[in-house]
């Protein structure tokens, strides 16, 4: 495990684990690991719609979260590509999962929107 040496030295504050890109079973298992050493952590998200609403089921399932990143000025392609778009409230706080699976769902699979003209 790429983390436990940095856990083990008390390196680091916050753990950022990609779970869209390392699956949500070994980000699980970074987490555990993580707050066996009393350190919180941190999903990297900068994806988009999809990715969001993965990273929030992992947020739901771990005790040490300490903030999601996340990326507000999305391009607008994202809001007709999918069915549903991540709930964001008061800055930061959103809903948890109300949905089953990512809670949302390609929408127009193949149709991206056309570029936007400046």
């Not at 753990?15 to 690991?33: E, P």
């Not at 699976?101 to 400046?118: D, H, K, L, M, N």
Request: with cysteine; proline share 6%.
């Amino acid at each position: 495990m790429e983390f436990l040496p940095y856990f083990q030295q008390e390196a680091l504050d916050v753990a950022i684990i990609d779970a869209v890109w390392i699956g949500i079973w070994q980000s699980l298992k970074i987490a555990a690991t993580a707050d066996a050493y009393q350190i919180n952590v941190a999903p990297h998200n900068y994806y988009g719609h999809l990715a969001t609403m993965m990273n929030v089921h992992f947020c739901a399932a771990v005790p040490n979260l300490k903030i999601m990143e996340t990326d507000i000025d999305r391009f607008v392609g994202d809001a007709e590509i999918f069915t549903h778009a991540p709930h964001i409230e008061n800055g930061g706080s959103g809903s948890g999962p109300t949905r089953l699976g990512y809670r949302t769902e390609r929408s127009g699979f193949g149709q991206v929107p056309a570029p936007i003209e400046i």
